[in-house]
């Protein structure tokens, strides 16, 4: 421990190397470090927002979702890390949304701070805040454009507009119109009752335009390992019969640990008989179902390969678990777990079948399946990166898509719906006499961030454009409440007639996570570092330097921790 | 990484190890980034067109490539710098999807990137750059779908295709033998291709090589050269009009997959034991015979004593074939495979014109010859050369040749080479940017200016002054209209690509463009690179 506080006898409470630090500037300073991760993020924020490349261990990455980047930022700092959670939360609840939730809680915070500074009890400023996001919701509510009674093939207009709108700050935006047909192709191919995002498959192959990129109305997945014979099999079909099995079809000892013994030299051959008839009498019945195509999840072996290519049977084997699921799901045929009594109900049927050359890869392409509950997306793009960027991008935007599917609102996008918030909560706020006015005014004022890091994403004069958009929302009679930010011309337009879309249910969960993620670090007054908690994680993550740097890091961190509570 | 402080001066650990972290933000990330890509773009350059230069490559076990083609020297240099990385990326993927014009767009990215550096020291944000570049991207596409001709051919006029791969093979090591080595990729190509499907699959050519001879004696095998030969050296060295057996069975006794063990206790057991051994092999060789096999072909061995057995009943055969070359030599001969000696039948067969093994020069390497199938699914480019790096670098000169010749059975329109179509591109894109107003007639203008990197480094690559020879063919291409009007490379005495024959696939130029277009927009869209500082 460092030597201080002079004479004073030291009381030591906890474990030595742990780290406490409490009371008012603890709340600062866990505000600040918040704000230091989101300052990472705010770049990555709207049409105009940059990617971060971020190289770890694992490899690189290139991305503009906020998710993606605060899970690879690999924060450790505790208050920031509830940061990284709300934006996880937003990941898995709705998909999209994962910057603008990140954002929305940093400048809640940052709002927050003067407010503690000047000796405010976090918990008013809590309730304040709560009661504020309440408000704000219901007023998005009021605000949200229903779809509903639309007709189907408006509405998946409709939703295009939206997957357009979320695919706008990646980086395929240059085919942003294409790829949101794509998204919202692939959804509505879907079982309408589930929305199983499972049963979109997306598939990466390197090489070739973004616009190579497309869709199979089935399953489509790459070439397995195969043996000698595989080229003499058929590799097109109409309307086959598709046999899914979970057995290996291979010459091999059937049962593990059986020992033959032998006393008579002249049984040899019959044991070896006896195992081919085993193999043969499994692939007889594979044929004789009627089956074309035969799929399984284990190996089919060089003799089963070249028995079916004799037969004018196509096989794959060493099929990955979830695309043989949407096989099944596509084509209707059932997992087979044995040759034996094979019905020919459990054969699925698609229209076509076809093995195609994608990029440098082939391609067993299952089309026009009957049953067809599922779509898959076949990316291309220039390298690695480009598609697993575009992957995420497209799984944000199918998020989206299904999203709105079952909650068909909208709300304009480009910062409009905040701003309209934003002032029907400032003028709402004039109803309290208390410091809550203060504090929901604050609140209100902490949502404008998002149009304000619009403008500053693109380069724009966020001022200028922010008053410009507080004139249009103060109009009296309503008609300036869809105006948002125009990236394109640095100007202000109406973001519902520019089609600038979003599903109300983002911004609810944003505003709502947001508020509750500020909250808990605005309710935080002490952090207890137990010395342990760090160490073995660091050990994990890196090599035994790694601790010892985390050591370093971690004795520092506590001496001034000590220090600071004088 | 930099250390953020709160207002007592104490550092926040927000990210694990975050000492031992850089982080470079804003403007300057683009910067470096942008820096990055052009130094590789840069070793490229002098290797683009008909006088390029080879570069020699080193890896760390001591091998030594000589190389030319863009992928394969950025694939060997082992780059470590994450953008480098992505220049690499981007230039495999032209090879995966194309084959050809891997250096040009290496060459493209670079000076992409080059001029929009320029503009980001004017201020402009990098993503309306981007943006311009997809406008002007477009453009260029669509100028491309203008001039480009089509041209017919069909399995006996092949001379539209040899012209094309000629061009691509002239700036390659083979450059001297462009005409037939163009006619034996063209040929390939078109022996394996489905025309009706306008579908090459590529793993029905095999590119076999051996060092020795000279690049003339490269020829096309209409069938497979395996690098085996006959078990038995006293076997026939020639055979016509064969019957093939192809097995994957051994020539031994069948051994059940179960553990097994055989308990012999007595000498008459044993006696019969060996007895039924013997009477497999010599029921193996008679069933081959039954079957009106004159060749077997194995994916096993086979001892001694059935290799006597073999020579003995006049049975030619060849040992250990990898199973890749067993399937080929199926589709090829129409034979079956055959798993068992029980299921040999007369019509499993296969049939082959010619089987020769024929021997290089002083040494004792020897090979299979198997020409004259039936089936003419399955063929072969049998290399030579004088050394290995020369025959490697022909293998991929090849390659490159077969995935052009493929890509025009695919899409057979073309535009012409020499910078040609660049220029045009150029001069179309220039005239779209006039008509557009705000930062993306910068960009568009940038784009334009890039695209002239091609035709400027063939020019200099080829010792002509740069500046003079693309301005006199710019001002001609704008003068007369003409978009085939390229750079004098080889000193032809004409501007015209239509009279030097140097064509290039529409599909190769513009995935060329789409790729460029795409990795600079990626490039410049990073504003904030975050890896470890001790990275070197």
Not at chain 1, 546 to 554: L, N, P
Not at chain 2, 249 to 265: G, R
Request: charged letters at 25%; glycine letters at 8%; hydrophobic letters at 40%.
């Amino acid at each position: 421990m460092m030597p201080m506080m002079g004479m004073q006898p030291q009381i030591i409470l906890l474990k030595e190397g742990t780290d406490t630090s409490q009371g008012k500037p603890q709340l600062i300073s866990n505000i600040n470090a918040c704000m230091a991760v989101v300052d990472t993020v705010r770049t990555t924020l709207g049409p105009r927002g940059m990617d971060k490349l971020i190289h770890d261990s694992r490899g690189v990455t290139i991305s503009n979702d906020g998710a993606t980047i605060m899970k690879l930022l690999d924060i450790v700092h505790p208050a920031a890390k509830s940061l990284v959670d709300v934006s996880l939360a937003q990941d898995a609840e709705v998909g999209d949304g994962t910057t603008s939730v990140v954002i929305l809680a940093g400048e809640f915070l940052k709002e927050a701070k003067p407010f503690i500074e000047e000796g405010v009890h976090p918990r008013s400023l809590i309730k304040s805040f709560r009661q504020a996001s309440v408000l704000a919701v219901e007023r998005l509510k009021e605000l949200a454009i229903s779809l509903e009674d639309k007709h189907m093939e408006e509405k998946k207009d409709l939703l295009k507009k939206c997957a357009m709108t979320t695919l706008n700050s990646k980086l395929v935006s240059g085919e942003k119109e294409f790829f949101a047909q794509m998204v919202v192709d692939a959804v509505s191919k879907l079982d309408p009752s589930t929305l199983d995002l499972k049963m979109v498959g997306i598939k990466k192959v390197q090489g070739g335009g973004l616009r190579d990129s497309f869709l199979v109305d089935g399953v489509a997945f790459k070439k397995t390992f195969s043996y000698a014979g595989f080229e003499q099999q058929p590799k097109s079909f109409n309307d086959p019969k598709i046999l899914v099995l979970n057995i290996e079809l291979e010459l091999k000892a059937e049962k593990e640990n059986a020992e033959i013994r032998l006393d008579d030299p002249a049984k040899y051959q019959s044991i070896v008989d006896a195992e081919w008839n085993i193999i043969y009498d499994k692939l007889d019945k594979c044929v004789a179902s009627g089956a074309n195509i035969v799929l399984s999840r284990l190996p089919i072996g060089d003799l089963a390969t070249q028995y079916f290519a004799d037969r004018n049977v196509f096989c794959a084997g060493r099929v990955e678990g979830n695309d043989i699921e949407r096989v099944t799901k596509a084509t209707g045929a059932k997992v087979q777990t044995t040759v034996n009594n094979l019905d020919p109900k459990a054969l699925g049927t698609c229209a076509r079948f076809e093995e195609r050359q994608v990029g440098a890869e082939r391609y067993n392409l299952f089309m026009g399946c009957p049953q067809a509950r599922t779509a898959t997306l076949v990316l291309r793009g220039g390298s690695e990166q480009f598609i697993d960027e575009a992957d995420r991008s497209l799984h944000d935007a199918i998020m989206i898509v299904r999203r709105a599917l079952k909650h068909a609102q909208v709300v304009p996008g480009g910062g409009a719906i905040e701003m309209c918030i934003a002032k029907y909560l400032s003028e709402y706020s004039l109803q309290f006499s208390n410091k809550s006015q203060l504090f929901i005014k604050a609140y209100a004022k902490a949502l404008e961030v998002i149009p304000r890091q619009l403008c500053n994403n693109a380069g724009f004069d966020a001022t200028d454009v922010l008053n410009k958009l507080r004139q249009k929302h103060a109009l009296a009679d309503g008609s300036g409440k869809n105006f948002g930010v125009d990236v394109n011309t640095g100007g202000v337009c109406d973001t519902y007639d520019a089609f600038v879309w979003e599903p109300a249910l983002v911004k609810v969960n944003a505003i709502q996570a947001a508020t509750e993620a500020a909250c808990l670090i605005l309710s935080v007054d002490e952090t207890v570092r137990n010395p342990k908690s760090e160490v073995p994680d660091a050990a994990s993550g890196a090599a035994a330097q790694a601790a010892i740097a985390g050591g370093r890091g971690r004795g520092r961190g506590g001496g001034r921790g000590r220090g600071m509570r004088r | 990484m930099s250390l953020a402080f709160d207002e007592y001066g104490r550092p926040f650990i927000i990210i694990r190890e975050q000492e031992r972290k850089s982080r470079v933000k804003g403007i300057e990330a683009v910067k470096a980034s942008i820096m990055a890509a052009k130094s590789v773009a840069r070793t490229l350059r002098s290797s683009l067109g008909p006088k390029g230069m080879d570069k020699m490559l080193q890896s760390p076990d001591g091998d030594v490539t000589i190389t030319n083609d863009g992928a394969t020297i950025l694939e060997m240099m082992d780059v470590e710098n994450q953008i480098g990385k992505l220049m690499v990326e981007l230039s495999k993927s032209q090879d995966h999807e194309i084959g050809d014009g891997t250096t040009g767009v290496v060459v493209l990215a670079g000076a992409l990137l080059e001029h929009a550096e320029s503009l980001l020291d004017m201020g402009m944000h990098p993503l309306r750059i981007a943006e311009g570049y997809e406008m002007a991207c477009k453009v260029a596409t669509e100028n491309l779908d203008k001039i480009k001709t089509r041209f017919e051919f069909s399995k006996e006029d092949i001379e539209p295709l040899v012209k094309t791969c000629m061009t691509t093979l002239s700036s390659k090591v083979v450059g001297r033998l462009k005409r037939p080595m163009a006619e034996i990729c063209v040929k390939a190509v078109l022996a394996v291709a489905d025309l009706e499907r306008r579908d090459v699959n590529l793993d029905l050519i095999k590119v076999e090589g051996k060092v020795g001879g000279k690049m003339e004696d490269t020829r096309l095998v209409e069938g497979i050269v395996i690098d085996k030969e006959f078990s038995h050296p006293q076997m026939p060295k020639e055979l016509k009009d064969v019957k093939v057996a192809i097995l994957t069975c051994p020539f031994e006794p069948p051994k059940p997959k179960t553990k097994h063990k055989v308990d012999i206790d007595t000498v008459e057991k044993f006696e019969a034991l060996r007895d039924a051994e013997k009477a497999y092999f010599t029921d193996m060789v008679q069933r081959c015979k039954d079957s009106g096999a004159e060749l077997v072909i194995c994916q096993w061995g086979f001892d001694d004593e059935a290799n006597h057995l073999l020579m003995h009943q006049n049975l030619p055969a060849v040992r250990w074939v990898g199973g890749v070359e067993i399937e080929l030599l199926a589709m090829a001969t129409g034979a079956r495979i055959v798993p068992r000696f029980q299921e040999l039948t007369a019509d499993k067969l296969g049939h082959a014109g010619s089987v020769t093994e024929v021997g290089f020069g002083t040494t004792k390497d020897k090979m299979l010859v198997i020409e004259g199938c039936p089936n003419l699914k399955a063929v072969t480019i049998f290399v030579r050369g004088g050394n290995r790096m020369v025959l490697d670098e022909i293998k991929r000169s090849l390659h490159d040749a077969i995935c052009v010749a493929r890509n025009l059975v695919r899409d057979n329109a073309i535009v012409y080479g020499g910078g040609a179509a660049e220029i045009s591109c150029g001069l179309a894109v220039e005239e779209a940017a006039d008509k557009v107003t705000g930062v993306e007639h910068y960009a568009m203008r940038a784009f334009a200016d890039a695209l002239q990197a091609v035709p400027l480094a063939l020019a200099e690559n080829s010792g002509l002054p740069p500046i003079e020879s693309l301005t006199a063919v710019k001002k001609r291409q704008l003068e007369e209209s003409n978009p085939y009007l390229g750079i004098d490379c080889n000193d032809v005495g004409t501007n015209d690509m239509r009279e030097q024959n140097v064509f290039e696939t529409v599909m190769g130029k513009k995935q060329q463009l789409f790729l460029a277009t795409q990795v600079c927009k990626m490039i410049l869209k990073i504003d904030d690179v975050i890896k470890p500082s001790d990275y070197e």
